[in-house]
Every structure is written in structure tokens, then in C-alpha cells.
């Protein structure tokens, strides 16, 4: 994935979590691959908004079984390469990249 097309979709994200969860004017100030879950950035009230918003922005289905701190734990683990991950839900995002959530 390219850092363009990674930034373009990773960015919408920080927004909303810096907006929504932690209530910053600051904007995101954390890593990437900081974990949600052990920087309290998320609760369980905080994932269902987090859910709700991307299918919202990106036009994704969010099945309930998805809803896994290994999908959700970070930024980064949202978004991933077609390539070293196949089995994902597509995100109708330019330059054929797919978007989290294996399908069993």
C-alpha cells in the first residue's frame, strides 16, 4: 500500500478517534500500532462508535463476529494490503487495497 493511499485512509480514522473518543484538538498523538485497547484510547461504548463511523465513511459491512480487538486494536491494524492479507472485505478505496475484517 502506498503511503499516499495509506495516509488516505488512515486519516479519516485518527480524526475521528482524536474527535469522538478522545476529545482532542490535538488530533491523534499516537502511533499508528499504539494499541487502542492499552492506552485507553477505546472502550466497548468506543468500538460501537468506531464501527458505526466506518461504515459510515468507507462503506463496509461490519459483521458482529468481526468485532475482535485483533482487528480493532490500532490504527494500522484497520488497514491492511490485499497481499499479505486476502481474505478482507474490499473498501472502495482507489489503487485495489482492502480494508480489515478476515471473512471466515
Known amino acids: 500500500m502506498t503511503n499516499t493511499t495509506n495516509q488516505q485512509i488512515e ?3 485518527r480524526d475521528f478517534i482524536a474527535s469522538n473518543l478522545l476529545y482532542s484538538k490535538e488530533g491523534f498523538t499516537y502511533a499508528d500500532d499504539a494499541s487502542l485497547l492499552r ?3 477505546i472502550d466497548s461504548l468506543g468500538v460501537v462508535e468506531l464501527v458505526e463511523f ?15 480487538p485483533d482487528n480493532f486494536d490500532s490504527v494500522a491494524k484497520m488497514v491492511v494490503e490485499r497481499e499479505s492479507f486476502p481474505k478482507v472485505c474490499a473498501l472502495c478505496a482507489p489503487a485495489g487495497f482492502s480494508f480489515f475484517f478476515p471473512l471466515a
Open 11 to 13: 486519516a479519516p480514522i
Open 39 to 41: 492506552e485507553g484510547i
Open 54 to 68: 466506518l461504515q459510515k465513511q468507507f462503506g463496509v459491512k461490519v459483521e458482529q463476529s468481526e468485532v475482535r
